[in-house]
């Protein structure tokens, strides 16, 4: 029986790898419990596969239906915290830009993802949103390619940008790559809908885009930087896994 599942706890973002030391197998497309960054959280297994190294953190237990109906009813936490926090921030008037709310799942914690231009004086609105929800609050501020990440949108090439459909995390670009490609060095052009230079400029200058998922197969206990609804997760969708290939291990 393969002893490690690679787990993807935010849609297009990174794969962790947890120990199944459950007694039973588990297989593609069952959802599970794990320890995330931030807590409990609900997570996606993408394939299974066996590995001498047992440092990884377990998995919790197999998602049993008590956790699926805990899961539904932190849509409704999430939606109402987005609301509230939404009017705060309005009546405040901060300089910020909410973008989701994501709920562990035992409602330990609550966390809110943001854009600003600058830093945020946010200490009064975290005490309003803990005397609302009676809860640990945090707020994390994001970039503009994660936040494209998140909205999604058509590139120039007419397709749906690559964040959105397989990207998990953003690798340095530089003009440098287009250049190398002689390609016309027009920053209008070259940027896409985040104003930040195309991530595509990559994948053409090292041809990696095939390999980019199995790239970012990571251990659980480095941080990961993009976020994603993590409400989204139940949603069907295919994933760009790679299954003759395998996951690298790189852990750093």
Request: hydrophobic share 35%; net charge neutral.
């Amino acid at each position: 029986m393969n002893n490690i599942v690679h787990v993807r706890v935010r849609p297009f973002g990174k794969v962790y790898r947890y120990l199944n030391n459950l007694g039973i197998e588990l297989k593609k497309g069952d959802f599970v419990v794990v320890e995330g960054d931030f807590g409990l959280t609900l997570g996606y297994v993408l394939k299974t596969s066996s590995d001498t190294e047992n440092s990884f953190k377990p998995v919790m237990r197999k998602a049993t239906q008590e956790d699926m109906e805990a899961f539904q009813k932190n849509l409704s936490l999430e939606k109402e915290a987005w609301n509230f926090c939404l009017q705060r921030i309005n009546e405040r008037q901060l300089p910020m830009k909410l973008l989701v709310v994501e709920s562990a799942l035992d409602r330990k914690r609550i966390i809110f993802y943001f854009t600003a231009e600058g830093r945020i004086d946010f200490r009064e609105l975290v005490k309003d949103l803990a005397a609302k929800f009676k809860t640990r609050i945090e707020m994390r501020q994001i970039g503009v390619r994660d936040e494209a990440k998140f909205l999604g949108g058509i590139g120039v090439c007419g397709f749906e940008t690559c964040c959105k459909t397989f990207i998990s995390f953003f690798k340095p670009i530089s003009l440098k790559m287009a250049k190398d490609q002689e390609i016309v060095l027009n920053v209008s052009k070259l940027s896409g809908v985040c104003g930040r230079l195309k991530c595509c400029l990559r994948h053409e200058y090292y041809d990696e885009a095939e390999d980019t998922v199995d790239e970012e197969i990571i251990a659980q206990e480095e941080k990961e930087p993009e976020i994603k609804k993590l409400s989204f997760i139940i949603k069907e969708a295919e994933e760009l896994i790679d299954e003759s290939s395998g996951g690298k291990d790189e852990s750093k």
